[in-house]
């Protein structure tokens, strides 16, 4: 039996060597999608070369010794993930000091998504910054429930306010789901930065270090 480590644990593992086993993750992480209609814009760029200007025995070259163009766009982003602690636990079974860390990998993770942006192009275009609204929900029956449906009318590309009118769909979509289903939550959180709009069923918090300690204390019942 191998010990397995918390990153294969949360994200899983496929091989094809029977040296290791498969790892089914713990966690799923979908693709952020825009909330509307995406504008795509292009940065057209040129490079020159700074050590010929300083070569004497070259004839010195004003052109450009490279052009190019890099696609972007502005958005505001919904995303979604689901972590499985039961099966987080079992994956670490054989892991003594991974799982000992259990409690502390929630926190970390909230964190994490809150505070990580995409790494690409980021000094060109410094596309920093910090989520307008966190919703995290614990459940004791594991049915996950991704809101990305709150979307598939997309908020209008003239809006003045696409973070409010983004935010109102969200809320909308939960009190739906919550109506029609009625799956059970144990407890849900909520941080809206900007909107004094809310889920009907939710805990209001006013700050992120609060809603990630009631979080911790949620996965310890």
Not at 25 to 34: K, N, T, Y
Not at 157 to 162: A, G, N
Not at 210 to 215: G, P
Request: charged residues 25%.
């Amino acid at each position: 039996t191998r010990a397995i480590t918390m990153d294969i644990a949360l994200f899983g593992r496929m091989v094809t060597s029977a040296v290791f086993v498969d790892v089914e993750a713990a966690m799923q992480v979908a693709h952020a999608i825009s909330t509307h209609p995406v504008n795509l814009e292009s940065d057209f760029y040129t490079a020159v070369d700074d050590l010929l200007e300083l070569r004497k025995d070259v004839e010195s070259d004003k052109g450009a010794d490279m052009m190019g163009d890099v696609d972007y766009n502005s958005c505001c982003y919904y995303i979604y993930a689901s972590l499985d602690v039961d099966k987080l636990k079992e994956n670490l079974k054989n892991s003594p000091d991974a799982l000992a860390k259990i409690d502390q990998i929630i926190p970390v993770l909230l964190r994490t998504m809150a505070f990580t942006d995409p790494s690409g192009m980021q000094n060109t275009l410094a596309g920093h910054v910090r989520p307008e609204v966190v919703l995290v929900e614990c459940k004791r029956e594991k049915i996950p429930l991704s809101y990305a449906n709150a979307y598939a009318e997309a908020v209008s590309r003239t809006s003045s306010k696409v973070v409010q009118d983004s935010t109102d769909k969200l809320v909308a979509e939960v009190d739906l789901m919550d109506r029609y289903y009625g799956c059970e939550v144990a407890h849900r959180g909520w941080m809206a930065v900007r909107s004094e709009n809310s889920p009907e069923h939710c805990e209001s918090f006013t700050g992120l270090d609060q809603l990630i300690e009631a979080c911790a204390a949620w996965a310890k019942e």
